[in-house]
């Protein structure tokens, strides 16, 4: 006895009718009532759909034990009314090749298995082991399927059908939803968790514990290719958790990229901060800069080439080599100019640099004004905080940003 018999009768067979009646009756109906032979008919569109829908709950043995047991009520609350395929969908893949080779009903079965979960890992790298390359060995625990008991808990045939939902691993609950309020709603069984078998003590797997599966160590070799990008992903496709009856799972590792204390990088371009001594700044010399493989760069400053504070220059091909296409990237080098202390040259020597350096800017004229002269002091911590600060919101007034959105405005 069914508790209802509407999807049977869309299709037109008896609630005992077996699967290859089921078959018939669908090839039949959905060949009549296709939309590509009833265009101008929109009841035969809908006809179409109701089969569809009726022949995809009642093709899955569990959907249709479900059916039959608690009708469409038990079948939406139980998760298998909603969603599915498409009504055109569940057509290509029945009249497909029927041994499962053509059209996208080759792989409908292999996909409607469900997959254990994903191992998620960040791996964090060093920048020098992004521009050498390395493997690295990494070890991961995961569930495996048992192997004494081959993932059924305990001996064949000892699992027994859960007395709290009749083995169908769903069962109807009550519920309070406010003082004299009760619902009826169907919800995973507590006692069986969905498993629909239970299994005593005194039969369980002796190295699982009735679990199915057990806990294993794994190590893997994850490759770090040279120049492999920030925020990669490598998988490694079946070296997940194992759960019986079920695609094995994945490990997904997420490469994330270390801070270095003297590069940074940009896709395939390195960037180095270089300070460098007032005398080199403005005659020339040689700086030398430690690369990430541990060579050295010798970097020649040529006499005349002034290099002012803020500068950058470029050095071809000493960047990261370019995941994707194989060549190297560019070094840019920003220099930051040391000015040698207050007082640190005698009188005698700053007139020789007077007459090696180009003169001083010629004062603009004043004419009839006032004119006060002022002394310049050294400021303190605090004020060179607030001078910092205003000068910030000045540049913020300037380009008509409000001060409260000083955050979104911030240097990249």
């Known amino acids: 006895m069914v508790a209802e018999t509407k999807f049977y009768d869309i299709l037109g067979v008896n609630p005992g009718c077996s699967d290859a009646e ?39 043995p569990e959907k249709r034990q479900l059916y039959d047991q608690y009708g469409e009520e038990g079948l939406e609350q139980g998760g ?26 080759a792989s409908m079965q292999s996909q409607g298995r469900k997959q254990a979960r994903t191992i998620h890992h960040v791996h964090k790298v060093s920048l020098e082991d992004i521009y050498r390359g390395k493997v690295s060995k990494l070890a991961l625990q995961k569930s495996v399927i048992c192997q004494k008991c081959d993932g059924q808990g305990s001996k064949e045939g000892a699992a027994i059908d859960c007395p709290g939902c009749q083995g169908r691993g769903m069962k109807f609950i009550m519920r309070q ?5 009760v619902t009826r709603q169907m919800a995973v069984c507590p006692d069986c968790h969905g498993e629909r078998k239970l299994i005593r003590e005194k039969d369980r797997c002796k190295v699982c514990q009735g679990k199915k599966t057990v806990i294993e160590r794994k190590v893997l070799h994850v490759h770090i290719d040279r120049g492999i990008p920030n925020g990669h992903r490598i998988d490694f496709v ?27 990088r940009k896709d395939d371009d390195l960037f180095y901060q270089a300070e460098i001594d007032l005398l080199t700044a403005l005659a020339g010399g040689t700086m030398n800069i430690e690369h990430l493989d541990d060579r050295w760069l010798t970097v020649q400053i040529l006499p005349g080439e002034v290099i002012s504070p803020g500068d950058v220059k470029v050095i071809r091909g000493q960047g990261m080599l370019s995941y994707r296409h194989h060549n190297f990237g560019n070094l840019y080098i920003k220099f930051d100019v040391k000015f040698p202390p207050s007082q640190f040259n005698t009188l005698k020597n700053i007139q020789k640099l007077e007459k090696i350096l180009p003169s001083r800017r010629e004062l603009p004229p004043i004419g009839d004004a006032m004119a006060e002269e002022v002394d310049l002091e050294d400021a303190d911590a605090s004020q060179q905080a607030r001078a910092h600060s205003g000068a910030t919101m000045e540049d913020e007034e300037d380009y008509g940003h409000p001060s409260g959105e000083r955050v979104q405005c911030a240097t990249q």
């Open 22 to 60: 089921l078959k018939s009756a669908y090839k039949k109906g959905a060949l009549k009532h296709h939309p590509d032979k009833n265009a101008h008919n929109p009841e035969a569109a809908e006809k179409f759909k109701d089969l569809s829908h009726a022949y995809e709950v009642l093709s899955d």
């Open 80 to 105: 298998g009314g909603g969603g599915g395929m498409s009504a055109e969908a569940l057509f290509a893949q029945f009249f497909s090749d029927p041994f499962g080779f053509a059209g996208n009903g």
């Open 177 to 181: 939803l406010a003082p004299g309020m």
């Open 238 to 264: 079946g070296e997940g958790d194992q759960v019986p009856g079920m695609s094995h799972g994945d490990v997904q590792f997420e490469i994330e990229q270390k801070p270095h204390p003297r590069f940074q």
